[in-house]
Nanobody
Framework: QVQLIESGGGLVQAGGSLKLSCTWS????????MAWFRQTPGQEREFVAHLKYNGGETFYSESVRGRFTISRNVPESTAYLQMNSLKPEDTAVYYC??????????????????WGQGTQVTVSS
């Protein structure tokens, strides 16, 4: 049984930084490409960042490219999202997601196999 648990959200001023963690429990963490999405009330879940399971290639949405970094620590079975230069428009619930043996960059939430429960990020102006 796979379970993803996000942590690290909170309240930060504009220009500040946060690092989100996504802890994996279960098997085969190395076989999953990982991604982060975010969602605000009344809006669809929005793609943020993706990391391929094989080779570690990364991809970002245009709105966060150059400010956010996705990574993972395989021995610790944890994925991360380092967020710098935060803006009020980054305020959302952030979710991590896992995609089994995927070599494609999926930006639709429908393509992911497992999800965490989400962590709130609030950026004040």
């Amino acid at each position: 049984q796979v379970q993803l648990i996000e942590s690290g959200g909170g309240l930060v001023q504009a220009g500040g930084s946060l690092k989100l963690s996504c802890t994996w429990s279960g098997n085969n963490f190395v076989r999953y490409s990982m991604a982060w999405f975010r969602q605000t009330p009344g809006q669809e879940r929005e793609f943020v960042a993706h990391l391929k399971y094989n080779g570690g290639e990364t991809f970002y949405s245009e709105s966060v490219r150059g400010r956010f970094t996705i990574s993972r620590n395989v021995p610790e079975s944890t994925a991360y999202l380092q967020m710098n230069s935060l803006k009020p428009e980054d305020t959302a619930v952030y979710y991590c997601a896992a995609d089994y043996l995927s070599t494609q960059i999926h930006t639709s939430p429908n393509d992911y196999d497992y999800w965490g429960q989400g962590t709130q990020v609030t950026v004040s102006s």
